[in-house]
């Protein structure tokens, strides 16, 4: 059996890649957030989001997933609030796996404009989604007052829609 040398090198920039895009998500996030109190519980805005879409869109679900998931998750554990880390981990992996997924297509990923808005409107309500039920359920908000994150969090949306006009700008991976 003959091991091919590309393979080493393919995961290690893979890992490479991951570790700065979830490192660019969290600092983004922690530099430009600040909460946004409605109807008892506090929402978050930041740019974070915008970071995670363009970097879905751009570099695929993988890179979406991983560096939402855990860039967003660690800056609620450096936040103080812990609590949750589990939920967004989960959500915001899922949301960027979406909106990756759904920037393919025969031209490359995030080449077409239209798959690229779906791709934000539709991981857009993954977001707002899980978000809300994490709060409700698993955190025992309620239903009704983890209505309260959604003005932040869709807020955060609008901004990640500036992410459509950087997105053909940004260069390609290099390959190995």
Do not use: C
């Not at 930041?46 to 363009?54: C, D, I, K, P």
């Not at 560096?67 to 880390?85: E, K, P, T």
């Not at 239903?143 to 932040?152: E, F, R």
């Amino acid at each position: 059996m003959q091991h091919s040398k590309t393979a080493p090198v393919n995961k290690t920039r893979s890992i490479v890649f991951s570790a700065m895009f979830v490192t660019l998500v969290f600092v983004v996030t922690f530099f430009t957030g600040f909460p946004i109190p409605f109807a008892g519980v506090e929402g978050l805005f930041h740019f974070g989001t915008l970071v995670m879409f363009t970097i879905a869109v751009k570099y695929g679900k993988r890179y979406g997933g991983i560096a939402g998931g855990l860039g967003m998750s660690l800056f609620n554990i450096a936040r103080g609030v812990a609590f949750w880390a589990p939920g967004i981990l989960v959500g915001r992996f899922l949301t960027g796996y979406v909106m990756g997924y759904l920037a393919q297509s025969p031209q490359g990923q995030g080449a077409s404009l239209w798959r690229n808005i779906l791709a934000l409107v539709l991981g857009g309500i993954v977001m707002l989604f899980t978000t809300w039920l994490y709060g409700s359920y698993v955190l025992g908000f309620g239903p009704i007052p983890s209505l309260g994150t959604m003005p932040a969090t869709a807020l955060q949306l609008v901004g990640a829609g500036l992410g459509l006009m950087v997105v053909k700008y940004l260069p390609d991976l290099p390959e190995a």
